[in-house]
């Protein structure tokens, strides 16, 4: 069983950065493939950005790539995203999600364990 707790979430305006942090429970996060969703209102939850177990893989959406760095720090288990170059478009609550799948997982149906999420609204 693995708990998730998102936060750093907030109301911004386009083109600053914020930070998400996932804190996750137990011993065992560095068995868990890391990944960050969202999902905006009336619409379906979609892929941001996933991390292997061990950190040396990354894989994200495009409409993120090079703007969402995600990270994590298995000693503290803690999974990171870093939002830089904020947009309307991005407003959304993110999860943070954990999976069993080795790699860096990017279908919903491959996480098992989900945060409550945490609202992200970039004003213009």
Do not use: H
């Not at 998730?4 to 068995?31: H, I, M, N, P, Y």
């Not at 760095?69 to 991005?90: C, G, H």
């Not at 999600?97 to 609204?121: E, I, K, L, M």
């Amino acid at each position: 069983q693995v708990q998730l707790v998102e936060s750093g979430g907030g109301l911004v305006q386009a083109g600053v950065s914020l930070r998400l942090s996932c804190a996750a429970s137990g011993r065992t996060f560095s068995s868990y493939a890391m990944g960050w969703f969202r999902q905006a209102p009336g619409k379906e939850r979609e892929f941001v950005a996933a991390i292997s177990r061990s950190g040396a893989i990354t894989y994200y959406a495009d409409s993120v790539k090079g703007r969402f760095p995600i990270s994590r720090d298995n000693a503290k288990n803690t999974v990171y995203l870093q939002m830089n170059s904020l947009k309307p478009d991005d407003t959304a609550v993110y999860y943070c999600a954990a999976s069993g799948v080795a790699g860096t997982p990017s279908s919903r149906y491959d996480y098992r364990y989900w945060g409550q999420g945490t609202q992200v609204t970039v004003s213009s």
